[in-house]
């Protein structure tokens, strides 16, 4: 290939949406049956967990093994990923590592090309969302269908998931029966969701049975026992890695866990975080490719391992816990932005308050320099969060590092792009003032003595606010004149 | 792509070069109450009631009866079972309106008629969970993995006695770390989706159906 | 073992005689009569209240929007002036939150930091766990609603303290919103660059507000009730927002029965 052809462009597809993130928030806001969708969902999410973790000594308890689990299995990280390459490896599925998602596509590409493959049939991956694998594999002339039901929506109406469990959850049943109507033959109209999940089954059965690749994702990649482990409710994912005679697995590095016994606790937290079930219906586990005797399952099975950003959250101890993360989206559930502005308006693969701490690492500060600040740092999300991510924390050290100024260590990609001379010169005058007492007093004398200046507005506050209004004297003055009439009598 | 293996692992390695591992803190699990074995069951069969799974208590006797029974209630009138497998006795026991089939075929040779012309499976299982109403299937070549997953109804035979009262402690005491299958599952249920407006929906790709024949003797 | 909320669980001081009080910035300039009340109410208690002159901000506005050298000289600023080793009373808890919670990363290098900000009670917390106050509501009846700032609520557990001071007033029936916990938009410098996202949050807790058939709202954090009254003045409603510290000082009129055993 010469250099012409690489495309120039190494950066995601998910650069350009998330720096329109302001355009989107606009865009969104202003549709109500969206709005209307998302809380409801979340309405429904929340309450769900809220029932599966009534108990808060054991939700407590849990909260901090995952924690502690999730922190040893990063600590040791390099060493479990050798180990998990060893154990895989000796059970017979092959391994690959990509430092960018152009070289996990192509890996991928490769594969399946190599066993002349013409159509894939994916279970749920955030991951291979992350690499916008279906375009690429389109761009090579192999057809990639989703097949878990959301997943299948959102291909269908030519979107990214909204949410990263739910992925058509801004669609109500309405919308996706007039989808489905556009676009599977034979359709019969209803708004009845099982007779549109039938429908939906009937299409997506016949892909499955004729495949010839399946893709899935990895919730947990063991490696004491090179096992890989896939949480779902459809089925879908066990049919991509049974049905076709070659799986493809692709998951981030940081999914790896030590021990077999990690993994209970952490799927117990996974799920009822997520939908508040006590389990999946499936929790799929899968060590080997078909062996000699075995009637079915796949010849060949692989592993893409993928950093894509992730070695630089390693390489900061605070923002290492970012990669605690076992995507439950509990967060964006809990989320009052997400509710408010949904999940496309980020404009990421993960959108919400982890997509905003995963986002910056993934596209770069300077692509995603308005996902730190949207947040009131309300603190919702990391009161849920099942392994005890600082997100409100991780929030505020990416706001510093967005205005870093130049010359600072380089800590990740895009460091101080958000840094503007307006805006640092505001802070340092505000800084000089309230260092010193008397300046301050001073200041605020002559701000309560010309109120009458104040103008009623005040930029994006006044739109929907009045303009609060200066007391006549400060709280300072009151005190002392308080303190002297005291002294007086 | 062994340069990508190696820049990311002497990334991450750089990072935790002095790392000491006996510094890291104790892990602590939650104890949860300890329970008798028939509140253990009634759990078991309670979360797989509300997961819409339908539970039939039974000796093992009953099993070709009950499963004639089932499958007429549905006009189902042929079942795939596994060859040599432990109940396979058990289920030729049913009635000959039932056209028995056995998985003694290579599943990419039938693909089609598994996937078109095959209402129903049955399978046994390894044991189970009471605290999430889980099954442990462990396929083997005598009941492959598409015997439990492509059938639109899985019957599913499980002896009360393989009853442990959660995952962990079923991995802990049947030492799974030391050998897991090509391939394991645990089912809570029939398949089943909320991804239409969080409306729970049964059937989604795998099983319509749960049947749990429950030996309890 | 249980480990429920420990961030917010800590050791009170037993009979306290003397506090300082934190006023906060936004009261200094924009509502100094919460400060006064609160200082009138600590004295009906018995309590000596010393204000230190030299306070100004807390930091967290510049530390929130990733300033951390400008926050960090105005927080060192600030606990140059509270030298006793008595309890520091703040009357706003997302303040609180910066000066119990943060400073200790922001201030982590400073000798003593750790002490400094285990002297930091949020105002409602005070009376309730060290004070053991006992209201006597001399006031009508009527509804309120508590407005729990989400700082005070997972920094400083002030949602449980604001509620219990509530309930202790006879005559007033507590009414709890839809969506209570929700935030109110706020943010900080987050209310002004992201003005859209903001105006639907506030928008939202107004309503829920409104809905809940109050006579007025009441919470301990100057920050929300100046996003929240804003914008129910702006929509032209009639109901308002009053530190807790006034209206408990007005409710409990004249009546000095605490009990400081």
């Not at chain 1, 959850?169 to 999940?197: R, S, Y």
């Not at chain 2, 599952?185 to 795998?206: E, F, M, N, R």
């Not at chain 3, 006597?136 to 949602?159: F, I, K, Q, Y």
Request: proline content about 5%.
């Amino acid at each position: 290939m010469s250099v012409d052809q690489v495309n120039p462009n190494d950066e995601s597809k998910y650069a350009a949406s998330a720096r329109a993130f302001r355009d989107n928030v606009s865009r969104d806001l202003a549709n109500d049956e969206l709005r209307s969708n998302f809380r409801g969902a979340m309405d429904y999410l929340v309450d769900k967990r809220k029932t599966a973790l009534s108990d808060s000594d054991e939700l407590e308890t849990l909260r901090e093994q995952c924690k502690l689990i999730k922190q040893r299995c990063l600590v040791k990280l390099p060493h479990l990923l050798e180990a998990l390459e060893e154990k895989l490896t000796a059970n017979g599925i092959k391994v690959h590592w990509a430092e960018t998602i152009t070289e996990a596509n192509e890996i991928i590409a490769e594969i399946i090309e190599s066993k002349n493959g013409k159509t894939v049939v994916k279970g749920k991956s955030m991951v291979s969302e992350e690499t916008a694998l279906n375009d690429h594999l389109e761009s090579r002339d192999i057809e990639c269908l989703e097949s878990d039901m959301g997943e299948y929506i959102v291909q269908l109406a030519k979107e990214h998931p909204s949410h990263i469990i739910m992925p058509a959850i801004h669609q109500n049943k309405k919308q996706v029966a007039d989808l489905f109507a556009k676009n599977i033959e034979g359709f019969e109209h209803t708004t009845d969701v099982d007779a549109l999940i039938q429908q939906g089954r009937n299409v997506l059965r016949d892909k499955f049975c004729n495949a010839d690749v399946g893709v899935s994702g990895v919730n947990f990649a063991v490696a004491e026992t090179g096992t890989l482990c896939l949480v779902e409710n459809e089925g879908n994912g066990r049919m991509c890695t049974t049905v076709p005679d070659l799986h493809i697995a692709i998951t981030g590095i940081e999914k790896v866990v030590e021990h077999l016994s990690d993994v209970p606790p952490l799927l117990s937290l996974l799920t009822r975080s997520a939908t508040g079930q006590a389990i999946s219906t499936y929790f799929n586990m899968i060590s080997h490719p078909r062996q000699q005797d075995e009637k079915d399952g796949p010849g060949e099975v692989h592993l893409v391992l993928l950093d894509n950003g992730r070695s630089q959250m390693y390489s900061d101890d605070e923002l290492r816990q970012t990669l605690q993360c076992i995507r439950c989206g509990a967060c964006m559930n809990h989320c009052p932005v997400y509710t408010r502005i949904g999940g496309h308006a980020y404009g990421t693969v993960y959108p919400g308050p982890i997509g905003k701490i995963v986002s910056p690492h993934m596209l770069g500060l300077e692509a995603t320099t308005n996902l730190p600040t949207a947040s009131s740092l309300c603190g919702a999300c990391g009161e849920v969060c099942p392994v005890k991510i600082p997100i409100p924390k991780l929030l505020l050290r990416l706001r510093q590092e967005s205005v870093k100024p130049k010359g600072a260590p380089q800590v990740m990609k895009g460091q101080g792009s958000g840094r503007k001379t307006s805006e640092a010169f505001i802070w340092s005058v505000w800084s000089m003032i309230h260092k010193q007492p008397l300046f301050y007093r001073t200041s605020m004398w002559f701000a309560t003595r010309l109120r009458f200046l104040m103008p009623k507005k005040l930029g994006a506050w006044t739109v929907a606010r009045s303009a609060p209004k200066l007391a006549p004297k400060t709280l300072h003055e009151r005190i002392k004149e308080r303190e002297q009439a005291a002294k007086g009598k | 792509m062994t340069s990508a293996r190696n820049n990311i692992l002497s990334k991450l390695k750089s990072q935790v070069k002095d790392a000491d591992y006996s510094k890291l803190p104790a892990e602590q699990g939650f104890n949860y109450p300890q329970q008798s074995f028939s509140e253990q069951l009634e759990q078991f069969i309670t979360h797989l009631e509300n997961n819409h799974a339908q539970i039939i208590k039974l000796t093992r006797a009953e099993i070709g009866k009950v499963i004639t029974q089932e499958l007429a209630a549905r006009n189902i009138t042929s079942l795939l079972y596994g060859d040599n497998s432990q109940y396979t006795q058990d289920i030729e026991q049913s009635d000959s309106s039932i056209t028995l089939n056995k998985y003694s075929f290579d599943f990419a040779q039938h693909k089609e008629r598994l996937f078109n012309d095959t209402p129903a499976g049955v399978t046994g299982s390894r044991c189970a969970i009471a605290q999430t109403g889980s099954i442990v299937l462990w396929p083997t070549p005598d009941e492959p993995r598409t015997l439990s997953l492509v059938p639109p109804v899985h019957f599913v035979i499980v002896d009360a006695k393989t009853l442990y009262p959660s995952f962990g402690d079923l991995i802990e005491q049947q030492q799974w770390a030391d050998k897991l299958p090509t391939n394991a599952v645990l089912v809570s249920g029939p398949s089943k989706t909320a991804d239409i407006q969080q409306t729970l929906a049964y059937g989604a790709h795998g099983p319509k159906e749960l049947i749990v024949l429950l030996l309890n003797s | 073992m249980s480990q429920v909320n420990t961030l917010h669980l800590r050791d009170y001081p037993k009979n306290p005689t003397k506090v300082y009080l934190y006023g906060t910035c936004l009261a200094d300039s924009l509502f100094p009569d919460s400060g006064i009340d609160a200082i009138e109410f600590l004295e009906r208690q018995g309590i000596e209240v010393i204000f230190p002159q030299g306070q100004s901000c807390c930091g967290q506005p510049a530390y929130n929007s990733g300033y951390t050298d400008e926050a960090k000289a105005v927080a060192l600023e600030q606990i140059r002036h509270f030298p006793l080793d008595i309890p520091i009373v703040i009357i706003s808890g997302s303040c609180g939150g910066m000066m119990r919670h943060h400073y200790k990363d922001l201030l982590k290098d400073e000798p003593g930091i750790e002490k400094f900000c285990d002297r930091i009670f949020e105002f409602t917390e005070f009376l309730v766990n060290s004070l053991n106050v006992q209201l006597n509501d001399s006031g009508p009846a009527e509804r309120v609603a508590l407005h729990t700032s989400c700082a005070a609520r997972r920094e400083m557990g002030v949602h449980i303290t604001g509620k219990k001071l509530i309930e202790q007033l006879d005559n007033v029936e507590l009414v709890t919103h839809d969506y209570e916990s929700e935030c109110c938009g706020f943010g900080g410098t987050f209310s002004v660059k992201h003005g859209d996202i903001s105006n639907v949050m506030v928008s939202d807790k107004t309503k829920n507000l409104v809905n809940a058939d109050v006579v007025r709202y009441v919470s301990a954090d100057w920050g929300c009730m100046m996003n929240i009254n804003g914008s129910l003045e702006h929509q032209k409603e009639s109901l308002r927002g009053e530190h807790i510290a006034s209206y408990l000082l007005a409710r409990n009129a004249m009546d000095n029965t605490g009990d400081k055993s």
